[in-house]
């Protein structure tokens, strides 16, 4: 189920992605078309503003000699013909005269003809380069640009760069072919969608982030649930047993053979109330986790003999490890022993901490160690066992509720989180170091001036 909706997450995110991807795709050719649209009109513009300002530039020239103009409507494609004509009333003596003459009605004619103005009426540069620069820098003075000439027949098919055809449909001027570059139009695209990209970037950053955590979420989910369902079965286990021995032993009781005798009762009621009590714990336990997730949890810190809160559970647990053949040492050697604590939730903590020890350790290598040391403004409380080790992979786990390191022995796997809950609240810190097969070691670290408000 898990994996199944694993790839189903998986393939959403990934088509979300290629849509993402498309629309980033279609916005920048837009923006693209747009901005190449604008330059193209520009440089159409630029064209008739030039044209226009050296048509009225040179209008006096025009007005000058037009009514010697040789050329008709259909001149664009025929050879000049230049003629002239000798009034009697221009004689002449000699050769000479004759060809002053004729110099003199050659070159009328040429001034006024085509091909004399082809080169006599040049574009104003310095009018064109400011006009450009003027357009250019109103379109986006972050482009900069260069102009180059062309040949007639010269096409430009690089991107960013515009063709500029002057009065190459006017027949008194020479046409002229410039190829307009410009440079940081990526730039520029760039700077255009960069609000609309980061939009998107961040909706779709957003969309990521709900999409995992809806995918944690489930997996929370369903390790919650898994939990309970093993949670239930435990607490049934660990009722079950314990009343299971209760009521044999009550049973015991109310036999006239057995309840005659003072060792045998002696028995049975030691069975009850051990049984009885670990019950309790257990109960105790699961209760005050419940009451710590929902912060019902009940604390009245008070100042707490550190060491003598140890030796009275150590004291509790004589009995068990002298019948398991275990031993337990104690090397109590903080100079500052008193902190602000929650006598019974702190005392819970400690018997936790023991029963796992023991639980842990086999009945092979049954050795408990405790020790105290001071650490700056802190006491550090550590209890060893040379039982069977926690992985590194476990470690990260062992303080999760409802976590069993085995799942064959007694407990419903809250003791280590409740231990983490209320070293919490007292700003205290369990930390554990262990290696396979090497035992463990719960370090209780407690700041000895934190005063509870």
Same mark, same amino acid.
């Given at each position: 189920?898990?994996?199944?909706?694993?790839?189903?997450?998986?393939?959403?995110f990934l088509l979300l992605t290629a849509i993402?991807?498309?629309?980033?795709?279609?916005?920048?050719?837009?923006?693209?078309?747009?901005?190449?649209?604008?330059?193209?009109?520009?440089?159409?513009?630029?064209?008739?503003?030039?044209?226009?300002?050296?048509?009225?530039?040179?209008?006096?020239?025009?007005?000058?000699?037009?009514?010697?103009?040789?050329?008709?409507?259909?001149?664009?494609?025929?050879? $000049?013909? =230049?003629?002239?004509?000798? +009034?009697? *009333? @221009?004689?002449?003596?000699?050769?000479?005269? %004759?060809? /002053?003459?004729?110099?003199?009605?050659?070159?009328?004619?040429?001034?006024?003809?085509?091909?004399?103005?082809?080169?006599?009426?040049?574009?104003?540069?310095?009018?064109?380069?400011?006009?450009?620069?003027?357009?250019?820098?109103?379109?986006?003075?972050?482009?900069?640009?260069?102009? $180059?000439? =062309?040949?007639?027949?010269? +096409?430009? *098919? @690089?991107?960013?760069?515009?063709?500029?055809? %002057?009065? /190459?449909?006017?027949?008194?001027?020479?046409?002229?072919?410039?190829?307009?570059?410009?440079?940081?139009?990526?730039?520029?695209?760039?700077?255009?969608?960069?609000?609309?990209?980061?939009?998107?970037?961040?909706?779709?950053?957003?969309?990521?982030?709900?999409?995992?955590?809806?995918? $944690?979420?489930?997996?929370?989910?369903?390790?919650?649930? @898994?939990?309970?369902?093993?949670?239930?079965?435990?607490?049934?286990?660990?009722?079950?047993?314990?009343?299971?021995?209760?009521?044999?032993?009550?049973?015991?009781?109310?036999?006239?053979?057995?309840?005659?005798?003072?060792?045998?009762?002696?028995?049975?009621?030691?069975?009850?109330?051990?049984?009885?009590?670990?019950?309790?714990?257990?109960?105790?336990?699961?209760?005050?986790?419940?009451?710590?997730?929902?912060?019902?949890?009940?604390?009245?810190?008070?100042?707490?003999?550190?060491?003598?809160?140890?030796?009275?559970?150590?004291?509790?647990?004589?009995?068990?490890?002298?019948?398991?053949?275990?031993?337990?040492?104690?090397?109590?050697?903080?100079?500052?022993?008193?902190?602000?604590?929650?006598?019974?939730?702190?005392?819970?903590?400690?018997?936790?901490?023991?029963?796992?020890?023991?639980?842990?350790?086999?009945?092979?290598?049954?050795?408990?160690?405790?020790?105290?040391?001071?650490?700056?403004?802190?006491?550090?409380?550590?209890?060893?066992?040379?039982?069977?080790?926690?992985?590194?992979?476990?470690?990260?786990?062992?303080?999760?509720?409802?976590?069993k390191k085995d799942k064959r022995l007694n407990?419903?796997?809250?003791?280590?989180?409740?231990?983490?809950?209320?070293?919490?609240?007292?700003?205290?810190?369990?930390?554990?170091?262990?290696?396979?097969?090497?035992?463990?070691?719960?370090?209780?670290?407690?700041?000895?001036?934190?005063?509870?408000?």
């Open positions: 189920m898990i994996q199944r909706l694993k790839i189903i997450f998986i393939a959403v993402q991807l498309k629309l980033f795709y279609s916005i920048y050719l837009f923006e693209q078309n747009k901005v190449y649209t604008q330059l193209d009109q520009l440089t159409i513009q630029l064209k008739k503003d030039v044209e226009s300002y050296e048509i009225n530039r040179h209008q006096p020239i025009f007005e000058a000699y037009k009514n010697a103009f040789l050329c008709g409507e259909d001149y664009a494609n025929k050879p $000049l013909t =230049l003629s002239f004509v000798i +009034q009697p *009333t @221009e004689p002449f003596a000699n050769l000479k005269e %004759l060809t /002053d003459i004729i110099d003199q009605k050659l070159h009328k004619q040429a001034v006024a003809s085509t091909a004399y103005l082809l080169e006599q009426l040049p574009v104003d540069s310095m009018y064109f380069d400011s006009l450009l620069q003027a357009r250019m820098h109103t379109f986006s003075p972050d482009l900069t640009w260069s102009v $180059l000439p =062309l040949h007639s027949d010269q +096409q430009t *098919t @690089e991107a960013g760069v515009f063709r500029i055809s %002057l009065f /190459d449909d006017y027949r008194l001027y020479q046409p002229r072919y410039l190829a307009l570059k410009v440079n940081g139009i990526q730039r520029l695209l760039i700077g255009n969608i960069l609000l609309i990209l980061g939009g998107s970037l961040l909706s779709f950053l957003l969309l990521g982030i709900a999409t995992r955590y809806a995918y $944690l979420s489930m997996l929370k989910y369903k390790k919650i649930s @898994e939990n309970k369902a093993e949670f239930i079965n435990h607490l049934a286990h660990e009722i079950k047993t314990p009343l299971s021995s209760i009521f044999l032993s009550g049973q015991a009781l109310t036999d006239k053979r057995i309840n005659r005798s003072e060792e045998a009762v002696a028995m049975h009621s030691q069975i009850i109330y051990s049984e009885a009590e670990r019950l309790n714990k257990q109960l105790e336990n699961v209760l005050s986790v419940s009451a710590a997730e929902k912060n019902f949890l009940e604390m009245h810190p008070e100042p707490l003999d550190v060491h003598m809160q140890i030796q009275t559970i150590a004291a509790l647990f004589q009995a068990r490890m002298q019948d398991l053949n275990g031993t337990l040492s104690m090397h109590l050697n903080a100079s500052r022993f008193t902190c602000k604590l929650d006598k019974i939730h702190f005392g819970n903590v400690l018997y936790n901490l023991f029963d796992n020890a023991i639980k842990y350790s086999g009945q092979d290598s049954l050795h408990i160690h405790v020790e105290t040391l001071d650490r700056a403004d802190e006491l550090v409380i550590r209890i060893t066992d040379q039982g069977k080790g926690i992985s590194r992979s476990e470690q990260e786990k062992i303080f999760q509720l409802f976590y407990g419903f796997g809250v003791g280590l989180h409740y231990a983490k809950t209320i070293l919490d609240f007292h700003r205290g810190m369990i930390t554990v170091d262990s290696q396979p097969g090497q035992g463990t070691t719960f370090s209780l670290s407690l700041p000895l001036n934190w005063n509870y408000t």
